[in-house]
């Protein structure tokens, strides 16, 4: 599970599918072109973090 303190998904939490889901719909993949590249660089930089 993952949960966010950053806008639009504020407080939330999110399954590992979910976050794929996110990746797929909302994510510029020119800038992150794999999942795994987009979700180490997030986890890393706090935007979302694993509980």
């Known amino acids: 599970?993952?949960?966010t303190y950053e806008?639009?998904?504020a407080g939330r939490?999110?399954?590992e599918h979910q976050m794929q889901n996110i990746y797929?719909?909302?994510i510029?993949?020119?800038e992150y072109p794999t999942y795994?590249?987009?979700m180490y660089d997030m986890t890393?930089?706090?935007v979302y973090e694993e509980i």
Do not use: V
């Open 1 to 3: 599970m993952y949960t």
């Open 36 to 38: 795994e590249g987009w």
């Open 44 to 46: 890393k930089s706090g």
């Open 7 to 9: 806008s639009p998904f």
């Open 28 to 30: 510029d993949k020119s």
């Open 24 to 26: 797929q719909l909302m």
């Open 13 to 15: 939490t999110f399954t």
